[in-house]
């Protein structure tokens, strides 16, 4: 079953997290080239090497995940991570995948969690919230974990939310307040607003906008001109539409050059900025 990012109006906290800090100016070339992924920063900062991903399981007072459900959500992420790696590949870039999870026995209770509607004002301080209530003095204690306990230098989290709504990424930009941003994730929910399972390209679409990658589907910020170019130009393109077989989509070379991966840079790539 193939699914269109733009019926679901899948918009990502990249556009969300603007409401919050100011986001940085994008790095150029002469010429206005946008830079590769490299100039990034953030807990996550670019997609290669060792990765370590902390799923958390979130629900409100009257929500639960069920034990299969979560046994699901953990299948789609390892689905996920596995299609990453064989895109990294196309492209030479090293990728492995490591983490843990909390909430599996029981869920992390946050009743004011909410659920995303691209509306714009979806919250962007979850994961700071999130881990401070799992025992963590904040993101850069949990970062501080990370580099003491796994051979990581990367990480991000991912908080699946039981519950129906859009789900947003929330990447990090040098003026934001490190405090609570500096950890990276993306807030996935159990079921879209029309109540379809999330699947392993949701998670992977989500991924990506941590790393830089535009959507290529009409948005407040994306025209229908460009989503209409990118169908003719990146049909299977992650970042244009969702399926329930991954293995039908792929990173096309300007999403691929948007998150570093692809050095070899063409005019028309930045034409596709928001």
């Known amino acids: 079953m193939k699914r269109d990012l733009k019926s679901f109006k899948l918009i990502s906290a990249v556009l969300l997290v603007l409401f919050v800090c100011v986001a940085a100016a994008p790095a ?54 596995s299609w990453l790696q064989k895109q990294a590949k196309r492209y030479n870039a090293p990728l492995t995948f490591t983490g843990g999870s909390f909430g599996q026995t029981a869920d992390i209770k946050n009743n004011d969690i909410g659920y995303g509607t691209a509306c714009g004002n979806e919250r962007v301080d979850v994961i700071s919230e999130v ?35 859009i789900s947003y990424s929330m990447p990090y930009t040098k003026r934001c307040n490190p405090d609570v941003y500096f950890v990276e994730g993306s807030v996935i929910y159990s079921h879209d607003p029309e109540g379809h399972k999330l699947n392993e390209s949701d998670i992977a679409h989500e991924t ?11 948005t407040f910020e994306q025209t229908a001109k460009r989503e209409a170019r990118a169908r003719e130009l990146y049909p299977n393109d992650i970042m244009l539409r969702t399926s329930y077989n991954i293995n039908e989509l792929e990173v096309s070379e300007l999403s691929a050059w948007a998150i570093g991966w692809n050095n070899n840079y063409k005019p028309i790539f930045n034409w596709f900025k928001p």
């Open 208 to 218: 990506f906008h941590l790393f830089g990658a535009w959507d290529l589907y009409e």
């Open 131 to 165: 881990l401070t209530s799992i025992g963590y003095d904040g993101p850069r204690d949990f970062y501080k974990w990370v580099l003491t306990n796994t051979t990581c230098t990367k990480t991000y989290i991912l908080l699946f939310v039981k519950g129906k709504g």
């Open 28 to 81: 150029t070339e002469a010429g206005g080239k946008k830079m590769p992924a490299e100039y990034n920063c953030g807990s996550a900062d670019v997609l290669s090497g060792d990765m370590y991903v902390l799923s958390c399981f979130v629900s409100a007072d009257n929500t639960q995940w069920t034990a299969n459900e979560k046994k699901e959500a953990l299948a789609a992420l390892s689905k996920s991570q």
